[in-house]
């Protein structure tokens, strides 16, 4: 079953049922996927929040493994994209900027007043991570001789011994919709990691399918947290919110569009780049 269908009623999963703008700008949205590229939604009855949520999460994850590794002309590196929460393996603190945190971790275990002065607020868990490889002498070394035993021994970027972590390269959110508190983590996680980081900071952004412009913008709007929000079909939704009439949402959206805080999916892989 697909992520974004059809309700016997008409509406769309990433639509609220109990908004009518909402629900015309979503099926606005589809009719031109349809149209656009032949898309077929399949009429049944809508995933739980939970299971929607983890199965955008993997599209997002599988979107991004198969275009960014594949700027190598662009960004060289050896790339990894993995899904974070279905990852049990794969924490925060596996990665170089932030592998400090599981001492941290493991000390506010054992003390219970270090744990009330510092809380946990240091934890992070990106939905999608996509981090780089360290790289060995030799490929460092490949243009002329760089690196030896006694200079750039502490680079992140440079392999030396087991114990070096990948370096983290994007923090990916993904919020099929925005229509409780708990989008608001995406802002939690990003200062977590900007707080907490030893290190290079990575891409920190939010990809969302939610149709309604002022939701959208409760996260989007301002700076110092998040680089940017990427929408899974920014031409259709804008194309939608003018269909509408509706002069407010197309004045939010504008202002995010223009403000350079809203982009669409297919800007990430290049963004991701820089």
């Given amino acids: 079953m697909g992520i974004l269908s059809r309700s016997d009623a008409g509406v769309l999963s990433n639509a609220d049922k109990s908004s009518v703008l909402s629900k015309a700008i979503a099926a606005s949205m589809a009719n031109q996927l349809i149209d656009e590229g032949?898309?077929?939604?399949?009429?049944?009855k809508k995933l739980s929040g939970q299971t929607l949520g983890k199965e955008f999460e993997r599209a997002t994850m599988r979107f991004v493994r198969d275009?960014?590794?594949h700027l190598q002309h662009l960004r060289p590196?050896?790339?990894?994209?993995?899904?974070?929460?279905?990852?049990?393996r794969l924490k925060t603190s596996d990665f170089a900027q932030y592998e400090h945190l599981a001492y941290l971790s493991e000390l506010t275990k054992a003390n219970h007043e270090l744990r009330a002065s510092l809380g946990n607020d240091y934890v992070v868990a990106p939905d999608v991570v996509v981090y780089r490889a360290l790289c060995l002498d030799d490929d460092i070394n490949a243009p002329r001789e760089i690196v030896d035993e006694r200079y750039a021994t502490r680079?992140?970027?440079r392999w030396m011994d087991d114990g070096k972590k990948p370096i983290l390269h994007a923090s990916?959110?993904?919020?099929?919709?925005?229509r409780?508190?708990?989008a608001q983590n995406s802002r939690t996680e990003a200062l977590g990691l900007i707080r907490n980081r030893k290190g290079c900071l990575p891409h920190i952004v939010v990809v969302t399918?939610?149709?309604m412009p002022n939701r959208i913008a409760s996260l989007a709007l301002g700076t110092g947290d998040i680089d940017c929000m990427y929408h899974f079909a920014l031409p259709e939704l804008c194309e939608a919110v003018e269909q509408s009439?509706?002069?407010?949402?197309?004045?939010t959206l504008d202002t995010l569009v223009f403000g350079k805080r809203l982009k669409d999916i297919t800007d990430l892989p290049l963004d991701l780049a820089v």
Avoid at 38 to 44: A, D, I, M, Q, S
Avoid at 77 to 88: E, F, K, P, R, S
Avoid at 172 to 178: G, R
Avoid at 245 to 251: C, D, I, L, P, R
Wanted: glycine share 8%; proline share 4%.
């Fill in 38 to 44: 032949g898309y077929t939604f399949n009429t049944h």
């Fill in 67 to 69: 275009t960014f590794p």
């Fill in 77 to 88: 590196g050896d790339w990894t994209v993995v899904q974070l929460g279905n990852n049990a």
């Fill in 155 to 157: 680079a992140d970027l």
């Fill in 172 to 178: 990916i959110s993904a919020k099929f919709t925005m």
């Fill in 180 to 182: 409780s508190d708990r």
């Fill in 209 to 211: 399918a939610e149709p």
């Fill in 245 to 251: 009439g509706n002069e407010v949402a197309q004045e």
